[in-house]
């Protein structure tokens, strides 16, 4: 009876889901969802029975042995909190959970994560300390913990984290002293602490870190004379609104006196034998102006007059610090996330250091991708144009987040195998669609990505739709494309339509549509001086975009310039069950002109049909000159049947089986502008 029992038992072990789905990363990753996300309203595609590295669970990634290593999921909508199962991951190295409404503390448990290299909590509802645990992540290099409610001091441990290159800690409310021990920091080049109330001196040590280029202090409550080598980092040292510093060489810092020389003079907060408490005795005030000569101070408390000057400048500095308190919670509700980032536009990167000019963007942000994945930055030569034009369409990372609110779900529209397309806002107040294509899709051979990215830098047409910029993030492992936003959507929207339907589209209209798309398609096959000859290889419906007045215009040309060969052709499978895929591509497998001219000519018949699939039956009308057996039935007649018969014509004749037989895309274009009435 004993044997049966165990035997049923270990039947039951081997049956049971929670046996099968045995993997410890998969629990973690439960207890980590039913915390991010209490009520299930994001994270659905995460299963028990799920697998994380096989693309079913949204914002997870894997490394090459399997293992979990990245959970992207930032600007999610996300309203719970973080769990301590996090440190079950044991090999993530990126954790991105910004802008969310993330509640909570920070679980000391996180610190177990030692292979992580990129913790993002910013723009959360956080509270509490900051765990002391942190600083035994040895391999962190971005720790942005700004725009929360976090309090407590600075821990003194951050100080070990001797690969980090970012510390944002800005916009809490964080108290204590700076520690000095950031300053054995020598891989850290941007430090932010500013919005906080953060008093006493600025630890001169700090000055020592070697790649130190932006530390912000502005905004707290700090003392005493500034450190004179700061001086080295110009502009990237902001310190306004501390109304008790002092130094000589400072723009906008008054000159120290004897008292200001005796606080600098004191033990700097957390300096070595220091504990973990803040000293207290460093004055937190503005510095009280003593009569001093060479030799000794007067006795002040004795006066009367004294004693009114003295209370005279504590109540003014009290109202002082109410006002900047003020100033600061109304600078962090009204612009949570630009605000600390404002900054000149004539101030230095370090891409500008290199020689390399960023025509737009935040260099204090630039700095947390200093060594990013950035295929322009070695200073590498190019042709004057070629130089001209990649200078002039450099976007950096900072524009592309705070544009898509951190690549909200809100702005999504759409994804596909290897990319996702956002809307955004940019900081001129342009719409602007955004493609992030994942840096593994990208050509790996850097002469050839930017081979193909001049490539679509330089197309300039009426019916192409314009690329504004891009932006390389090794930090993200993610190239962003900016383009301009085509808002009334592709021309899928208008196919398949039912009678009364709005998406009907006028019989004007579509020959108006025809044309641009041949106008388009021939100057990517037309060779101009700075301009190469292009086949687009992915020519459909969803490629065409429309804006209100229904103009058509090209999408992705050229991107396949910049993608790795077995993404380019998981695209053409697509395409090819679409019907855009001309039938010498099946004995040949190349592209040529004409295949897009294959592709055009399916296109047209769509357009002829109001239908999303071209059938043989329609070619053998087209061939009758029957149109009104293929032409859309929900225009009711109101159509011209000289320009519909024409039309049918020259998508007959592009749908050739013969490559040889169809005709250029200059001479579709010509064809059309002989007839007037198709103008």
């Known amino acids: 009876m004993g044997f049966a029992a165990c035997l049923f038992s270990l039947l039951f072990l081997l049956i049971s889901p929670r046996w099968v789905c045995g993997n410890p990363e998969v629990r973690a990753l439960m207890e980590v969802k039913a915390a991010l996300d209490p009520r299930s309203q994001y994270l659905s595609s995460w299963t028990i029975n799920g697998d994380p590295c096989g693309g079913s669970f949204e914002g997870v990634a894997c490394n090459e042995r399997g293992q979990v290593a990245n959970i992207t999921l930032q600007g999610k909508g996300l309203s719970g909190s973080v769990s301590p199962a996090i440190s079950g991951l044991r090999h993530l190295t990126g954790l991105y959970l910004h802008y969310n409404s993330l509640h909570g503390e920070i679980p000391k448990e996180i610190a177990n994560l030692i292979e992580l290299s990129d913790l993002y909590l910013n723009v959360n509802n956080l509270s509490g300390e900051i765990p002391p645990q942190i600083g035994k992540m040895a391999g962190l290099q971005v720790l942005q913990l700004c725009y929360n409610q976090l309090t407590g001091s600075i821990p003194t441990q951050l100080g070990s984290l001797m690969k980090l290159s970012v510390l944002a800690l800005q916009s809490n409310q964080l108290t204590g002293a700076i520690p000095a021990s950031l300053g054995d920091l020598v891989t850290l080049s941007r430090l932010d602490l500013s919005f906080n109330h953060l008093f006493g001196s600025v630890p001169s040590k700090l000055a020592d870190a070697p790649l130190l280029e932006a ?41 120290c006196n004897a008292s200001s020389h005796l606080n600098s003079g004191r033990p700097e907060p957390f300096g070595p034998g220091a504990t973990n408490q803040p000293t207290r005795d460093i004055p937190e005030t503005a510095d009280v102006q003593l009569p001093c000569n060479q030799t000794r101070c007067s006795n002040l408390s004795k006066s009367p007059r004294a004693s009114v000057a003295v209370g005279v400048v504590v109540v003014t500095i009290a109202l002082s610090a109410i006002g900047i308190l003020t100033f600061a919670h109304y600078r962090r509700r009204k612009q949570k996330l630009a605000t600390a980032f404002d900054m000149s536009a004539s101030r230095l990167s370090t891409d500008q250091a290199k020689g390399v000019y960023r025509k737009n963007g935040s260099p204090l942000i630039s700095l947390e991708y200093s060594s990013g994945w950035d295929p322009l930055a070695d200073g590498r030569n190019f042709s004057g144009f070629e130089q001209e034009v990649f200078q002039s369409f450099r976007f950096n990372l900072e524009e592309v987040e705070s544009a898509t609110q951190y690549f909200s779900v809100a702005n999504l529209l759409g994804k596909s195998n290897f990319s996702a397309t956002y809307k955004g806002i940019l900081r001129d107040g342009s719409v602007v669609a955004i493609k992030s294509i994942s840096k593994s899709s990208c050509k790996s051979e850097e002469a050839e990505f930017l081979k193909g990215l001049y490539i679509l830098a330089s197309y300039r047409h009426e019916n192409l739709v314009r690329l504004r910029g891009f932006c390389c993030s090794r930090g993200r492992g993610e190239c962003f494309l900016v383009y301009d936003f085509v808002p009334n959507g592709n021309l899928l929207l208008y196919l398949d339509t039912k009678d009364g339907d709005s998406h009907v589209l006028e019989w004007s209209t579509r020959v108006s549509i025809v044309k641009g798309i041949a106008k388009g398609i021939a100057y990517l096959h037309s060779y101009k001086v700075n301009k190469p000859a292009l086949v687009h290889q992915n020519i459909s419906a969803e490629k065409v975009l429309v804006d209100r007045r229904f103009n058509p215009f090209l999408s992705d040309s050229g991107l396949h310039k910049l993608l790795t060969d077995d993404v380019v052709f998981s695209a053409l499978k697509a395409s090819a069950a679409m019907g855009y895929l001309a039938p010498e591509y099946t004995s040949t497998g190349k592209f040529t002109e004409k295949s897009d001219v294959y592709a055009f000519g399916v296109l047209v018949f769509q357009v002829l049909s109001g239908k999303r699939k071209v059938t043989s039956s329609m070619r053998l009308s087209a061939e009758s000159c029957r149109v009104e057996d293929f032409i859309d039935p929900n225009l009711h007649g109101r159509f011209f049947e000289y320009e519909a018969t024409k039309l049918a014509r020259i998508a007959l004749l592009c749908t050739h089986e013969s490559p040889v037989e169809r005709p250029s895309m200059e001479a579709v274009v010509q064809e059309l502008g002989n007839c007037s009435s198709c103008l």
């Not at 004179?228 to 109304?243: D, M, P, S, V």
């Open 215 to 255: 530390l912000d202090l502005r905004n707290n409550t700090l003392t005493g004379s500034v450190p004179a080598a700061l001086k080295r980092l110009n502009e990237g040292f902001l310190y306004e609104n501390n109304l008790g510093l002092c130094g000589v060489g400072f723009l906008s810092l008054k000159a």
